[in-house]
């Protein structure tokens, strides 16, 4: 009899461990499972425009099966250095152009492209001028000191008649140093991050200010009406849903562009923004 006890207590010392085992490997499984097939991303984007658009797609995505959780952001900065580092899956705040210079300035930066959503044309607000003839010789242009704005703010300018640019030099690449014609002798400051613009546009009354349209927006600024120059539609700056290299084929996240550059979201953009954000066709890339 002793020897039957002692033997079935042995068996099912065996059964538990076999099914504690099995146990492990199926949570395993389940969590490698459910990794591949997430439905749920998070994607960063700066408050205005990007973050409420994102949040007028959150049901559209939900229709999809897709959770979408927003990460919000103040300045340009984050948004890629999380992305690297896996803290998002995605981010929603950037132009091709500046995406590109990050990429060559960082070297743990290896993103794609998902494509591109809506222009936010850029302005040159001021206080004291209401147009480009008033502008007095000497007047400073306050810009960004991202460089990947240099050539679109420079190119905007030109266009004007208020300087010329070097012909041998793409204008996207245009720096201060390729001004070979500036005959109101127009200073440049390049000193200021793109989240501070506003402040130097309400404190110093007597410069231009270059301002990007989602902190004008902001700032309760409209570029429609505000601006003594508007950039125009027709523009290489395209604000793009940027990833991973390794997630250019994530099934969620290109779902994320599809309702982006869907007929609502476009609606929306075009009545939330009234033209100081410009929805872009599926083939803007």
Known sequence: MKKIWTGALALLFVLVLTACGSSGDDTSGSEEEGSEGSSEIKVGATSVPHAEVLEEAKPLLEEKGITLTIEEYQDYILPNKDLAEGRIDANYFQTIPYLELQEEENDGFDFVNLGGIHIEPI????????NLE???EGTTLVMS????THGRVLSLLEKEGLIKLDENVEKVDATVDDIVENPKNIEFDTGVDAAGLP???KREENVLVAINTNYAIEANLSPKEDAIILEGTNSPY???V???SKDEDNEALNQLVQVLRSEE???FIK????GAVVPVSGDAE
């Open 265 to 267: 979201i476009q609606t």
């Open 242 to 244: 940027a990833a991973q």
């Open 271 to 274: 009545e939330e923004y009234n």
């Open 123 to 130: 302005g040159v607000y001021s206080q004291k001028y209401d």
């Open 199 to 201: 402040e130097v546009y």
């Open 145 to 148: 000191r991202s460089v990947s």
């Open 238 to 240: 395209v604000n793009v």
């Open 134 to 136: 008033d502008v007095e």
